[in-house]
């Protein structure tokens, strides 16, 4: 299995950045996905998460309101709309796949993770 995340980039404080991850096929359709970040010296945030047929999905408290997880199971990728971004919003962000059909912010239920990328805020 092979999560590959792109899309992330330098981008000002206010501006826009979308996220992609692409499944190699085997895990994706039938299962839970979810979007984590982690900054230099901070531990890992869960960011988003969404359920295998797109109806559910969760934000962590931070990006409430100015992020979207979303997903299209007929290219086998998740996606993450960044909106709103602030300096604090920079880190790497990671895309994991889950065991079950729903996960949420608990980072053990993912045993598949991306490489990631990262995203740069400047102010």
């Known amino acids: 299995v092979q999560l590959q995340a792109s899309g992330g980039g330098l981008v000002q404080a206010g501006g826009s950045l979308r996220l992609s991850c692409a499944s190699s096929?085997?895990?994706?359709?039938?299962?839970?996905m979810g979007w984590f970040r982690q900054a230099p010296g901070k531990e890992r945030e869960f960011v988003a998460s969404?359920?295998?047929?797109?109806?559910?999905?969760s934000y962590g408290d931070s990006v409430k309101g100015r992020f979207t997880i979303s997903r299209d199971n007929a290219k086998n990728t998740m996606y993450l709309q960044m909106s709103n971004l602030k300096a604090e919003d920079a880190a790497r962000y990671y895309c994991?796949?889950?065991?079950?059909?729903?996960?949420?912010?608990?980072?053990?239920?993912?045993?598949?993770w991306g490489q990631g990328t990262q995203v740069t805020v400047s102010s």
């Open positions: 994991a796949a889950a065991r079950k059909s729903y996960a949420r912010a608990y980072a053990g239920d993912y045993p598949y």
């Open positions: 096929g085997r895990i994706f359709s039938n299962n839970g």
């Open positions: 969404i359920s295998y047929n797109g109806a559910s999905t």
